[in-house]
């Protein structure tokens, strides 16, 4: 069974930083592009950020450039979200998910592209 399993979440003071890791197991995907999203309450889930199979492509949505930094390490079959100077409109539930549509150069920003969805974890940034 295929399963993607996020963790790292927690609460933390505005300006603070957090690291989400995503462990894979059930298949490898080291040859995959992977993506974060995230999910405020009453919001549409929104992507965050994505990183080539190989960690050297990587994408970025506007609101967090700069802050975040996603990496992995393929051995460990793990992706990983580095969030820094965290703001309280960052609190969301992260979920982490296989970017199935991507084409060479192309991220794509669409949930619909991106499957295999782990089960999230929660950050809150208060203020």
């Known amino acids: 069974q295929v399963q993607l399993v996020e963790s790292g979440g927690g609460l933390v003071q505005s300006g603070g930083s957090l690291r989400l890791s995503c462990a894979a197991s059930g298949r490898t995907f080291s040859t995959d592009t992977m993506g974060w999203f995230r999910q405020a309450p009453g919001k549409e889930r929104e992507f965050v950020a994505a990183i080539t199979w190989s960690g050297a492509g990587t994408d970025y949505a506007d609101s967090v450039k700069g802050r975040f930094t996603a990496s992995r390490d393929n051995v460990k079959n793990t992706v990983y979200l580095q969030m820094n100077s965290l703001k309280p409109e960052d609190t969301a539930i992260y979920y982490c998910?296989?970017?199935?549509?991507?084409?060479?150069?192309?991220?794509?920003?669409?949930?619909?592209?991106?499957?295999?969805w782990g089960q999230g974890t929660q950050v809150t940034v208060s203020s």
């Open positions: 998910a296989r970017h199935f549509a991507y084409y060479s150069g192309s991220f794509s920003r669409e949930k619909d592209d991106y499957d295999y």
